[in-house]
């Protein structure tokens, strides 16, 4: 194990205490607004995902069949029939641990060295969000609340954090043409099967959403042992929070989007295929600058193709889904690609995942009207396939989960 500089001691005691005395999500609150900035991230950053998506592999443009379908794609507003209702729908995500629990064995108490040398190149992940919303027949409208924290020390020789943190808030709105008589599946909610066949038929559907959010956070990083953060903690003495803040790179402003798609969906018996489009955030969303003295983040305009096979029996049915996306962004093409595949029996469904390299999985329990998830995934986090993996878990517990047919 490399030793580090012992002329830094003090910055590594600083750290080692924070890290030793704070609960672990106090600590990535705390750091990412009070001591640290962002270099550019590596991580495809998408506005909102949908649990049963990630542990699908993110393999959803052509399935989006839950309450983040606005998420991905408005075209499949189209499949959409009846009244559907998403009052209490939290989701939380963490860094997978379990997965790291050599890192924890012994773990040093009162010495920052070694506290420091057991966090560098341990990514730490923080997500929670709630998105309630509804649909009726075509037409959808979500509201989400989006907080995420991602904070990773790197480099013993030269220590640096980065930290990515965004708090998004607003609402969607979107609706979808449907041209063809094509099949519509039954409504979203319990898994209660019929042994009633599905007619045949094909359909086009074009979706468009707006949305408008209120963002907020710190992108960027430090040295920590550079003049820049040195500086602002020396000059901090007497400065409010907020001047504080500012100084560390936060920024606040709010923005419009549009997002677009199409669809085409088959249907034949019990089996449908669909094959779908998907353009988010068309032209990148700007942001108006209300506070701070750093631009806000970008959302990224992202294109996605999708497609997905179904086929629904009396007590079984299964979802297979492959993704390609993003498409525009300059990544290596084994990190655009996503597969998922999803098992359901009455009330379970068992979720699969193959996620640009990184395996996910997990399980869907839905007692109407409470619908729980929760499951592991892997996000690359490097600048490269499989270069370095994010291992996180996920639990979503969606209450007042409401659907009626038509």
Same mark, same amino acid.
């Given at each position: 194990?490399?030793?580090?500089?012992?002329?830094?001691?003090?910055?590594?005691?600083?750290?080692?205490?924070?890290?030793?005395?704070?609960?672990?999500?106090?600590?990535?609150?705390?750091?990412?607004?009070?001591?640290?900035?962002?270099?550019?991230?590596?991580?495809?950053?998408?506005?909102?995902?949908?649990?049963?998506?990630?542990?699908?592999?993110?393999?959803?443009?052509?399935?989006?069949?839950?309450?983040?379908?606005?998420?991905?794609?408005?075209?499949?507003?189209?499949?959409?029939?009846?009244?559907?209702?998403?009052?209490?729908?939290?989701?939380?995500?963490?860094?997978?641990?379990?997965?790291?629990?050599?890192?924890?064995?012994?773990?040093?108490?009162?010495?920052?060295?070694?506290?420091?040398?057991?966090?560098?190149?341990?990514?730490?992940?923080?997500?929670?969000?709630?998105?309630?919303?509804?649909?009726?027949?075509?037409?959808?409208?979500?509201?989400?609340?989006?907080?995420?924290?991602?904070?990773?020390?790197?480099?013993?020789?030269?220590?640096?954090?980065?930290?990515?943190?965004?708090?998004?808030?607003?609402?969607?709105?979107?609706?979808?043409?449907?041209?063809?008589?094509?099949?519509?599946?039954?409504?979203?909610?319990?898994?209660?099967?019929?042994?009633?066949?599905?007619?045949?038929?094909?359909?086009?559907? @074009?979706? $468009?959403? #707006?949305?408008?959010? =209120?963002?907020?956070?710190?992108?960027?990083?430090?040295?920590?042992? &550079?003049? +820049? !953060?040195?500086?602002?903690?020396?000059?901090?003495?007497?400065?409010?929070?907020?001047?504080?803040?500012?100084?560390?790179?936060?920024?606040?402003?709010?923005?419009?989007?549009?997002?677009?798609?199409?669809?085409?969906?088959?249907?034949?018996?019990?089996?449908?295929?669909?094959?779908?489009?998907?353009?988010?955030?068309?032209?990148?969303?700007?942001?108006?600058?209300?506070?701070?003295?750093?631009?806000?983040?970008?959302?990224?305009?992202?294109?996605?193709?999708?497609?997905?096979?179904?086929?629904?029996?009396?007590?079984?049915?299964?979802? @297979?889904? $492959?993704? #390609?996306?993003?498409? =525009?962004?300059?990544?290596?093409?084994?990190?655009?690609?996503?597969? &998922?595949? +999803? !098992?359901?029996?009455?009330?379970?469904?068992?979720?699969?995942?193959?996620?640009?390299?990184?395996?996910?999985?997990?399980?869907?329990?839905?007692?109407?009207?409470?619908?729980?998830?929760?499951?592991?995934?892997?996000?690359?986090?490097?600048?490269?396939?499989?270069?370095?993996?994010?291992?996180?878990?996920?639990?979503?517990?969606?209450?007042?989960?409401?659907?009626?047919?038509?």
């Amino acid at each position: 194990m490399r030793k580090i500089n012992s002329g830094n001691w003090f910055y590594w005691k600083i750290f080692g205490v924070v890290l030793t005395l704070l609960p672990p999500f106090l600590s990535l609150f705390l750091i990412d607004i009070s001591c640290v900035q962002l270099a550019t991230a590596k991580e495809v950053r998408y506005l909102h995902r949908s649990p049963k998506g990630l542990m699908m592999g993110d393999a959803f443009t052509a399935v989006a069949d839950d309450e983040y379908t606005l998420f991905y794609n408005p075209a499949a507003l189209g499949r959409h029939r009846g009244v559907s209702a998403y009052f209490i729908n939290p989701d939380v995500s963490v860094t997978n641990v379990l997965d790291e629990m050599d890192r924890f064995k012994n773990f040093p108490q009162d010495d920052p060295v070694g506290i420091a040398e057991r966090v560098i190149g341990l990514p730490l992940h923080l997500h929670l969000a709630g998105t309630p919303g509804f649909k009726l027949a075509s037409f959808g409208m979500s509201f989400f609340a989006n907080f995420t924290t991602n904070i990773s020390l790197k480099n013993y020789i030269h220590p640096a954090v980065d930290v990515d943190y965004r708090y998004d808030r607003g609402f969607v709105i979107g609706y979808a043409y449907t041209l063809g008589s094509g099949f519509k599946p039954k409504r979203e909610g319990r898994r209660k099967k019929s042994s009633k066949s599905s007619s045949a038929g094909k359909n086009v559907s @074009l979706g $468009l959403a #707006v949305k408008h959010m =209120n963002r907020q956070g710190i992108d960027n990083s430090f040295d920590l042992f &550079g003049a +820049e !953060l040195l500086n602002i903690i020396s000059e901090g003495k007497g400065k409010d929070f907020n001047q504080i803040r500012n100084d560390l790179g936060y920024s606040k402003g709010s923005a419009w989007g549009v997002d677009s798609g199409v669809e085409f969906s088959w249907t034949s018996g019990r089996s449908q295929f669909n094959l779908g489009v998907a353009a988010q955030d068309i032209g990148n969303t700007t942001f108006e600058h209300d506070e701070g003295t750093e631009r806000v983040p970008t959302q990224d305009m992202l294109l996605s193709i999708g497609t997905s096979f179904r086929q629904d029996f009396a007590l079984l049915d299964y979802t @297979l889904s $492959l993704d #390609v996306h993003p498409i =525009n962004q300059d990544i290596d093409y084994l990190r655009r690609m996503h597969v &998922g595949f +999803e !098992l359901g029996i009455p009330f379970v469904s068992l979720l699969l995942g193959w996620n640009g390299g990184y395996v996910s999985y997990g399980v869907q329990l839905e007692l109407w009207p409470i619908k729980i998830l929760a499951g592991f995934y892997g996000v690359e986090l490097g600048g490269k396939y499989g270069q370095l993996k994010g291992n996180r878990g996920m639990i979503y517990i969606s209450i007042l989960n409401l659907s009626f047919d038509s």
